[in-house]
C-alpha cells in the first residue's frame, strides 16, 4: 500500500542533493512455507448478510475494530509527525546558517579547490558537507528516526544497527550526491539563460536514473531480496500481474523485519527494472485477500503510469523551486556573500544558501507534493479495488498501517499533511465498490448459490 517511503524525500536529493542533509536474518527462499493468516469476517454492518450494505455504515464498523488504546497511540505518533516537519525544517534552516556564518562551507570549498580537477571540486565538497551537516543533524536523527520509532514499537532495530544503516546512506548518498552535484555545476558554469530550466532537467534526471537503479542496486545496500518462493502467494500474485499487462515471472521477498515492523509492498524501477516486492512483514502478518488487493493496488500505480506522470509533475515543481531559489540566492548572496565568503552561483559554497532557499520553498508547497502523491495513491486504490476485487481484504490493509497512520482526520488535517489517503477515506472507497458489487456479500442464511451475473443481494456468494 506504501509507496517508497522516499517518494518525497528521495526525490528531493536529485533536485538539490543537498537536502539529503536529513538524510539481518537472510529473506526466506526454499524453505518450509510461512502459515498465511486467516482472513477474518467482516463486521455484521461491512457483510451485507442483511440483504443491504451502507457504505458509510461498513465503514464505521471496521473503524471500531480498533481498540481506542491503539487509535489514540496511532492519532499521537502521527500528529506528532506535524511537529516534527516544523522542527526538522527549522533544524535544518540553523544548520545550513551555521555552516555559512562561520565560514566553514568556504573553508570546504577552498579544501575541494586543492584538488585540480575543475569539474571533480563540486563532487568533494559535497561529500564533506554531507558528512557535515550528517553530524550536525544527528541528534535530531537520532531522536525521530531511532528513539521515537523503537517507542512505538516501529523499529527492530539496535541502536547501533541503526547507526550502521545510517553510515550505509551515508556512503551511498556521498557518491550519487557527488556525482548529481559535479553534474549540477558543470551545467551552472556553462548555462547563464533559463538555469533554472536546465537545473530542473539535471534532477529529473538524476530522479529517474535513481527509480532505474534502485530496485537492482540500493535495496541490496540494506536488505535482502530473494525470490518468494511460497506458490500460495506467487501464483495469484502472477496472476493478477499477467491479467493487468504486467510482464514479469517473478514475486520478490525482502527482509525488511530486521528493519521495522511495518507492512509494505511495491511495484518498483521502470526502463526494464521492474519488480514486484513485499516485505516479509507483510507475509507474515497479513491473509491472502489482504495481499491481493495491496500488490493490486501498487499495480495500479505501475498500469496508470504514475511513474511517468510523478516526475513530471515534480518538474514542474522542481522548475517552479529552481526559479524562487536563483533569485532569492543572488538577493541574499548580495547582502551577506562577502561575510559568507561565497563568490557566485557557480561557487560550492554557496551550497549551503541553496539548500537553505529551497528547503524554504519545499517546506512551503508541501501540501501541494501531498496532494500529487494522495491523488495517485487514490487512483490506485480504486483501480486495485476493480482488480482484486478484494474490499475486505483492502479494509483490513488499512487496518494493518493504524498502527503509524492516523484513521480518522479532519478534511483540512488530510488536504495538508497526508501524502496519502486517510484510512477512513480507504476503507469508505472500499465499501462503496463493495456495496456495489453484491456478489462480494455474505450470502443470508437460505439464500440460493449465487449465479453468474447476477446482481440480486439475496443471490450473491460468499
Same mark, same amino acid.
Request: charged share 15%; with cysteine.
Given at each position: 500500500?506504501?509507496?517508497?517511503?522516499?517518494?518525497?524525500?528521495?526525490?528531493?536529493?536529485?533536485?538539490?542533493?543537498?537536502?539529503?542533509?536529513?538524510?539481518?536474518?537472510?529473506?526466506?527462499?526454499?524453505?518450509?512455507? #510461512?502459515?498465511?493468516?486467516?482472513?477474518? =469476517? =467482516?463486521?455484521?454492518?461491512?457483510?451485507?448478510?442483511?440483504?443491504?450494505?451502507?457504505?458509510?455504515?461498513?465503514?464505521?464498523?471496521?473503524? !471500531?475494530?480498533?481498540?481506542?488504546?491503539?487509535?489514540?497511540?496511532? !492519532?499521537?505518533? %502521527?500528529?506528532?509527525?506535524?511537529?516534527?516537519?516544523?522542527?526538522?525544517?527549522?533544524?535544518?534552516?540553523?544548520?545550513?546558517?551555521?555552516?555559512?556564518?562561520?565560514?566553514?562551507?568556504?573553508?570546504?570549498?577552498?579544501?575541494?579547490?586543492?584538488?585540480?580537477?575543475?569539474?571533480?571540486?563540486?563532487?568533494?565538497?559535497? &561529500?564533506?558537507?554531507?558528512?557535515?551537516?550528517?553530524?550536525?543533524?544527528?541528534?535530531?536523527?537520532?531522536?525521530?528516526?531511532?528513539?521515537?520509532?523503537?517507542?512505538?514499537?516501529?523499529?527492530?532495530?539496535?541502536?547501533?544497527?541503526?547507526?550502521?544503516?545510517?553510515?550505509?546512506?551515508?556512503? /551511498?548518498?556521498?557518491?550519487?550526491?557527488?556525482?548529481?552535484?559535479?553534474?549540477?555545476?558543470?551545467? @551552472?558554469?556553462?548555462?547563464?539563460?533559463?538555469?533554472?530550466?536546465?537545473?530542473?532537467?539535471?534532477? @529529473?534526471? %538524476?530522479?529517474?536514473?535513481?527509480?532505474?537503479?534502485?530496485?537492482?542496486?540500493?535495496?541490496?545496500?540494506?536488505?535482502?531480496?530473494?525470490?518468494?518462493? !511460497?506458490?500460495?502467494? &506467487?501464483?495469484?500474485?502472477?496472476?493478477?500481474?499477467?491479467?493487468?499487462? @504486467?510482464?514479469?515471472?517473478?514475486?520478490?521477498?525482502?527482509?525488511?523485519?530486521?528493519?521495522?515492523?511495518?507492512?509494505?509492498?511495491? &511495484?518498483?524501477?521502470?526502463? +526494464?527494472?521492474?519488480?514486484?516486492? /513485499?516485505?516479509?512483514?507483510?507475509?507474515?502478518?497479513?491473509?491472502?485477500?489482504?495481499?491481493?488487493?495491496?500488490?493490486?493496488?501498487?499495480?495500479?500505480?505501475?498500469? /496508470?503510469?504514475?511513474?511517468?506522470?510523478?516526475?513530471?509533475?515534480?518538474?514542474?515543481?522542481?522548475?517552479?523551486?529552481?526559479?524562487?531559489?536563483?533569485?532569492?540566492?543572488? #538577493?541574499?548572496?548580495?547582502? #551577506? +556573500?562577502?561575510?559568507?565568503?561565497?563568490?557566485?552561483?557557480?561557487?560550492?559554497?554557496?551550497?549551503?544558501?541553496?539548500?537553505?532557499?529551497?528547503?524554504?520553498?519545499?517546506?512551503?508547497?508541501?501540501?501541494? /507534493?501531498?496532494?500529487?502523491?494522495?491523488?495517485?495513491?487514490?487512483?490506485?486504490?480504486?483501480?486495485?479495488?476493480?482488480?482484486? $476485487?478484494?474490499?475486505?481484504?483492502?479494509?483490513?490493509?488499512?487496518?494493518?498501517?493504524?498502527?503509524?497512520?492516523?484513521?480518522?482526520?479532519?478534511?483540512?488535517?488530510?488536504?495538508? %499533511?497526508? !501524502?496519502?489517503?486517510?484510512?477512513?477515506?480507504?476503507? %469508505?472507497?472500499?465499501? #462503496?465498490?463493495? $456495496?456495489?458489487?453484491?456478489?462480494?456479500?455474505?450470502?443470508?442464511?437460505?439464500?440460493?448459490?449465487?449465479?453468474?451475473?447476477?446482481?440480486? =443481494?439475496?443471490?450473491?456468494?460468499?
Amino acid at each position: 500500500m506504501n509507496r517508497l517511503r522516499s517518494a518525497r524525500s528521495g526525490w528531493l536529493l536529485p533536485l538539490l542533493c543537498a537536502i539529503a542533509l536529513s538524510a539481518a536474518p537472510p529473506a526466506r527462499g526454499e524453505g518450509a512455507p #510461512r502459515p498465511l493468516a486467516p482472513m477474518p =469476517p =467482516p463486521p455484521a454492518a461491512a457483510s451485507g448478510a442483511s440483504g443491504a450494505l451502507d457504505p458509510s455504515a461498513a465503514t464505521r464498523a471496521y473503524l !471500531d475494530l480498533l481498540s481506542p488504546e491503539r487509535k489514540a497511540r496511532s !492519532d499521537a505518533y %502521527f500528529e506528532g509527525g506535524y511537529w516534527l516537519q516544523l522542527w526538522g525544517f527549522l533544524y535544518a534552516v540553523a544548520v545550513y546558517l551555521l555552516l555559512l556564518a562561520t565560514g566553514l562551507s568556504a573553508r570546504m570549498r577552498n579544501l575541494a579547490e586543492r584538488v585540480g580537477w575543475r569539474w571533480i571540486q563540486p563532487g568533494i565538497y559535497w &561529500v564533506l558537507f554531507l558528512t557535515a551537516t550528517s553530524v550536525l543533524t544527528l541528534p535530531l536523527a537520532v531522536y525521530q528516526d531511532w528513539w521515537r520509532e523503537r517507542r512505538y514499537g516501529l523499529s527492530n532495530l539496535t541502536f547501533g544497527g541503526w547507526m550502521g544503516e545510517q553510515g550505509k546512506a551515508l556512503l /551511498l548518498g556521498a557518491i550519487l550526491g557527488a556525482v548529481a552535484i559535479a553534474v549540477l555545476y558543470a551545467v @551552472i558554469r556553462r548555462v547563464q539563460a533559463a538555469l533554472w530550466l536546465w537545473a530542473s532537467v539535471v534532477a @529529473i534526471a %538524476f530522479q529517474a536514473f535513481f527509480m532505474v537503479i534502485y530496485p537492482v542496486a540500493v535495496v541490496p545496500v540494506f536488505n535482502h531480496p530473494s525470490r518468494l518462493a !511460497d506458490e500460495r502467494v &506467487v501464483r495469484p500474485v502472477l496472476a493478477l500481474a499477467r491479467a493487468n499487462g @504486467i510482464g514479469t515471472g517473478d514475486v520478490w521477498e525482502i527482509d525488511a523485519s530486521k528493519q521495522t515492523t511495518r507492512v509494505s509492498a511495491n &511495484v518498483a524501477g521502470f526502463l +526494464g527494472t521492474e519488480r514486484i516486492t /513485499l516485505n516479509d512483514n507483510l507475509l507474515n502478518r497479513a491473509s491472502l485477500p489482504e495481499i491481493e488487493a495491496i500488490m493490486a493496488h501498487e499495480m495500479g500505480h505501475y498500469v /496508470l503510469n504514475h511513474v511517468y506522470k510523478t516526475l513530471l509533475q515534480l518538474a514542474l515543481v522542481s522548475g517552479v523551486g529552481f526559479w524562487v531559489v536563483l533569485r532569492a540566492f543572488e #538577493r541574499l548572496r548580495a547582502r #551577506r +556573500g562577502a561575510r559568507w565568503q561565497v563568490r557566485g552561483i557557480a561557487d560550492p559554497a554557496g551550497l549551503p544558501l541553496l539548500a537553505l532557499v529551497f528547503t524554504a520553498f519545499m517546506f512551503l508547497v508541501t501540501p501541494v /507534493l501531498n496532494t500529487i502523491i494522495r491523488v495517485q495513491e487514490q487512483e490506485a486504490d480504486l483501480y486495485g479495488l476493480n482488480a482484486a $476485487a478484494q474490499p475486505d481484504g483492502f479494509a483490513r490493509a488499512a487496518l494493518d498501517v493504524s498502527e503509524y497512520r492516523k484513521m480518522e482526520p479532519g478534511p483540512i488535517e488530510e488536504a495538508l %499533511f497526508y !501524502d496519502h489517503p486517510s484510512g477512513r477515506t480507504r476503507i %469508505f472507497s472500499a465499501m #462503496r465498490w463493495k $456495496a456495489e458489487h453484491p456478489e462480494t456479500w455474505t450470502r443470508p442464511a437460505g439464500a440460493p448459490p449465487a449465479r453468474a451475473g447476477s446482481s440480486d =443481494p439475496a443471490a450473491a456468494a460468499p
